[in-house]
């Protein structure tokens, strides 16, 4: 079963503007993962926030996290064509080990 | 460093016959995942190791399916009497020991006729 569900499913901008993308879980986590995956080949790992953690930036990325909501989002600002692919979230819970559950995933595509 | 590599990349495969899916972890990291990713969805979790220990292998859909990791660092997935279902994309990750980045491979794509 997937615990995250990404929000929109898809999503299509113009090169330059913003793309935000939205991830909502069930249960307490350690930390919550952001990937991206081009075009059904590998995950490529961005950014990880942890349980205590509210906000993380790396490059053009940010990524928020509210555990009262059991939410976070991803944003992506001045996106580029190269940013095009689907970006899953997955949360390590609490409970569980140290195993990932994934949600479905927003497939992003960004126009020149 | 080298990333996590798995072998091989494609495998086609005749229904009824048994699979090995080989995953070279980064070296130093102890824990080593197995995740299957059908086409458009996530990966679901099949399996983690430890060092050698299975810790969890809930996510294994059978008794047809099974893991091992033997000195700790090369784990094996096999699969027996392959079904048509098992088709998939075979993923292996790894990372240090606890709540951490996990890191995936390039996969292996199975293909069952």
């Not at chain 2, 990291?29 to 969805?41: D, K, M, N």
Request: proline share 4%.
């Amino acid at each position: 079963s997937q615990q995250g569900e990404e929000d929109p499913q898809a999503l299509s901008i113009q090169e330059g503007e913003n793309a935000t993308m939205n991830c909502s879980y069930k249960t307490s986590i350690n930390n919550l993962q952001w990937y991206r995956q081009n075009s059904g080949r590998g995950l490529v790992h961005l950014i990880l926030i942890r349980s205590n953690e509210r906000e993380k930036h790396s490059g053009r990325l940010r990524v928020t996290l509210d555990t009262s909501k059991k939410s976070s989002s991803l944003l992506i600002t001045a996106s580029r064509a190269a940013d095009t692919a689907s970006y899953f979230c997955a949360t390590d819970a609490d409970n569980a080990g140290n195993m990932l559950t994934f949600g479905g995933g927003t497939r992003l595509m960004v126009k020149p | 460093g080298a990333g996590v590599s798995q072998s091989p990349r494609y495998k086609v495969t005749k229904r009824g016959q048994d699979v090995a899916l080989r995953c070279d972890p980064i070296s130093g990291h102890v824990s080593l995942y197995w995740y299957r990713q059908a086409l458009g969805q996530g990966p679901e979790f099949l399996t983690y190791f430890n060092y050698e220990a299975q810790q969890d292998k809930s996510g294994l859909p059978n008794d047809r399916f099974s893991a091992e990791r033997p000195e700790g660092s090369i784990s094996t997935l096999t699969i027996q009497r392959t079904e048509q279902r098992d088709s998939a994309m075979y993923r292996c990750a790894s990372s240090q020991e606890g709540p951490y980045e996990q890191y995936f491979g390039p996969g292996t794509r199975l293909t069952v006729t």
